[in-house]
Nanobody, 127 residues
Framework: QVHLVEFGGDSVQGGGSLRLSCAVS??????????MAWFRHAPGKEREGVAAIENQGTSRYADFAKVRFTISKDFAQNTLFLLMNSLETEDTAMYYC???????????????????WGQGTQVAVSS
C-alpha cells in the first residue's frame, strides 16, 4: 500500500516561494514505475492538476505552472517535491500529492487517474 504525506505548506506573501514535499512509503521510486503528481484544490473550484513526473523523470505541467513551478523527486529520500516561485494569491489552495502505478501520459491532470492520495498541505498567499 502506497502512503503519501505532504508537508511544507505555509502562509506567504505574493511573490514569495515555497517548496512542498511529499514523503512516499510503500513503494520505492527506483524500483517501480509510478506516475507522481501534485494537484490543488481551491475553495469553490474543482481539484486541478499542477504538475506530474514520470518515473524516468519527464515532467508535465499545467499552463499556470510551467514557468513558476518545478516538480522533482529525490530517489534517495523517496520524496516528491514541488518548488513554487513568484506565488500569486490565485495559488492559494490545498495541495495534494498523488500516485498511480502506471505512466502519466497526457491524461495526467485527471484526478480519476490516481488511486493514492495524501491528506494535503495548505498554501495561503496574501497580497
Amino acid at each position: 500500500q502506497v502512503h503519501l504525506v505532504e508537508f511544507g505548506g505555509d502562509s506567504v506573501q505574493g511573490g514569495g516561494s515555497l517548496r512542498l514535499s511529499c514523503a512516499v512509503s510503500g513503494v520505492t521510486f527506483k524500483d517501480t514505475s509510478y506516475c507522481m503528481a501534485w494537484f490543488r484544490h481551491a475553495p469553490g473550484k474543482e481539484r486541478e492538476g499542477v504538475a506530474a513526473i514520470e518515473n524516468q523523470g519527464t515532467s508535465r505541467y499545467a499552463d499556470f505552472a510551467k514557468v513558476r513551478f518545478t516538480i522533482s523527486k529525490d530517489f534517495a529520500q523517496n520524496t516528491l517535491f514541488l518548488l513554487m516561485n513568484s506565488l500569486e494569491t490565485e495559488d492559494t489552495a490545498m495541495y495534494y500529492c498523488a500516485a498511480v502505478h502506471r505512466w502519466c501520459g497526457i491524461v495526467w491532470g485527471s484526478t480519476e487517474l490516481f488511486n493514492f492520495w495524501g491528506q494535503g498541505t495548505q498554501v495561503a498567499v496574501s497580497s
